[in-house]
C-alpha cells in the first residue's frame, strides 16, 4: 500500500506551481519468500581422531522462507510551470530514495493553444491539442548535466 498526493497552487492563469508525493507510507509485503542461505568455506580439509583426512563441502548452507516488508522509497516532484504567450518556461526538481535531478524546459510557441493546460503529471506538459513550438529541454542531476535536447513540435492532423 501507498499514499499519493498532488497539490497545486494556481497563481494566475499562467503560473502553477504542482507538488506531487508518491508513496508516502508506502510499504509491500512479502509473503513467503524463498531464499538460500549458503557458505562457502576453502578451508575444508582437516584430520579426524584416527587420522583420515576429511573432506567437507566447499559450499553449504539450506533452503528456507520467510515474511518480508519493503519499504517504498519516498518521491517528490515539485513543478513550477509558466506561459507567457509566446514563451513557455517548466522546471521540474525530482526527489527519489535520496537521488535529486532536474528537468528544464524553454519553448518558443508559434501559435496560441485553445486549451492550455500547464501541468499534466509528472515530468509532462501539455499545452493543447494545437501548438506548434520548438524547445529546448536540459536534465541533470546535483553533479552534472546529463542531457540536453532540442526539439520541434506539430500539432495533430
Do not use: C
Not at 513550477?80 to 535531478?101: A, D, E, G
Not at 532540442?150 to 495533430?156: A, D, G, H, Q, V
Request: glycine letters at 4%; charged letters at 15%; zero cysteines.
Amino acid at each position: 500500500y501507498s499514499m499519493d498526493t498532488n497539490l497545486k497552487f494556481h497563481f494566475n492563469p499562467n503560473f502553477e506551481i504542482s507538488i506531487f508525493f508518491q508513496n508516502i507510507y508506502g510499504k509491500i509485503y512479502w509473503k513467503n519468500i524463498p531464499f538460500i542461505n549458503l557458505k562457502a568455506d576453502s578451508e575444508r580439509e582437516y584430520f579426524d581422531e584416527y587420522g583420515n583426512i576429511v573432506f567437507e563441502p566447499l559450499i553449504s548452507g539450506y533452503e528456507g522462507s520467510m515474511d518480508y516488508t519493503q519499504k517504498l522509497p519516498l518521491s517528490i516532484l515539485i513543478s513550477i510551470n509558466y506561459i507567457n504567450y509566446p514563451f513557455s518556461l517548466n522546471f521540474n526538481f525530482n526527489f527519489y530514495n535520496q537521488v535529486f535531478n532536474y528537468n528544464l524546459n524553454f519553448s518558443y510557441l508559434f501559435s496560441k493553444s485553445k486549451e492550455i493546460n500547464l501541468y499534466d503529471g509528472p515530468f509532462t506538459k501539455k499545452l493543447g491539442k494545437e501548438t506548434y513550438s520548438i524547445s529546448i529541454i536540459l536534465s541533470g542531476d546535483k553533479f552534472n548535466l546529463y542531457n540536453i535536447m532540442f526539439y520541434f513540435s506539430l500539432p495533430k492532423l
